[in-house]
Antibody
Framework: QVQLQESGPGLVKPLETLSLTCAVS?????????WGWIRQSPGRGLEWIGG???????HYNPSLESRVTMSVDTSKNQFSMRLTSVTAADTAIYYC???????????WGQGTLVTVSS | QSALTQPPSASGSPGQSVTISCTGT?????????VSWYQRHPGKAPKLLLL???KRPSGVPDRFSGSKSGNTASLTVSGLQAEDEADYFC??????????FGTGTRVTVL
């Protein structure tokens, strides 16, 4: 069974870059799946950030595309995301998840809270 | 793309049924059968409940069922149990490799 664990700083200053990593166990990233990131800001629903295939091809939410970059490290069996120029609006619980081309998102990490504050 | 609209809350007594709506547009729910539902208990990872509107992954009780009409999908939880108290989110493929989720519904078992 695929297990996912997010890691990264819990606090990021405004206008800096948020970097998160998702460690994968129980499944090789190289085998398939899309590897995605989703977030939930306080008082709001879930928001798909984007995803990456094991080959490295990426798809991003158009509303975040100018600020987000995703990558995959098959040697470490993990994938990562970077979100630049963060503001308080980027404060959220960030989840990593696996999904197929049109969904669904069938394996999720427990999430990591990231607060943007000076 | 805008978030799918769900009622903020829903409730029912044990044994009753509760139905949660998820309203989108003709660009997402109305155009695709790739609608899914997720359950999330506080502090836990979301869990996939339904995919492709009505399909249940292995291990999900048949008390959970789904449907779709036009731009609105629905999740029905029958025979409510205390363990069903959680947040529920819908999700839909929105075309061009985009995905949209719902605003979430907190279900309370009275």
């Amino acid at each position: 069974q695929v297990q996912l664990q997010e890691s990264g700083p819990g606090l990021v200053k405004p206008l800096e870059t948020l970097s998160l990593t998702c460690a994968v166990s129980g499944y090789s990233i190289s085998r398939g799946y899309y590897w995605g990131w989703i977030r939930q800001s306080p008082g709001r629903g879930l928001e798909w950030i984007g995803g990456i295939y094991h080959s490295g091809s990426t798809h991003y939410n158009p509303s975040l595309e100018s600020r987000v970059t995703m990558s995959v490290d098959t040697s470490k069996n993990q994938f990562s995301m970077r979100l630049t120029s963060v503001t308080a609006a980027d404060t959220a619980i960030y989840y990593c998840a696996t999904y197929y081309w049109a969904g669904p998102f069938d394996n999720w990490g427990q999430g990591t809270l990231v607060t943007v504050s000076s | 793309q805008s978030a799918l609209t769900q009622p903020p809350s829903a409730s029912g007594s044990p044994g009753q049924s509760v139905t949660i709506s998820c309203t989108g547009t003709s660009s997402d729910i109305g155009n695709y059968s790739f609608v899914s539902w997720y359950q999330r208990h506080p502090g836990k990872a979301p869990k996939l409940l339904l995919l492709e509107i009505t399909k249940r992954p292995s291990g999900v009780p048949d008390r959970f069922s789904g449907s779709k009409s036009g731009n609105t999908a629905s999740l029905t939880v029958s025979g409510l149990q205390a363990e069903d108290e959680a947040d529920y989110f819908c999700g839909s493929y929105a075309g061009s490799n985009n995905y949209v989720f719902g605003t979430g519904t907190r279900v309370t078992v009275l």
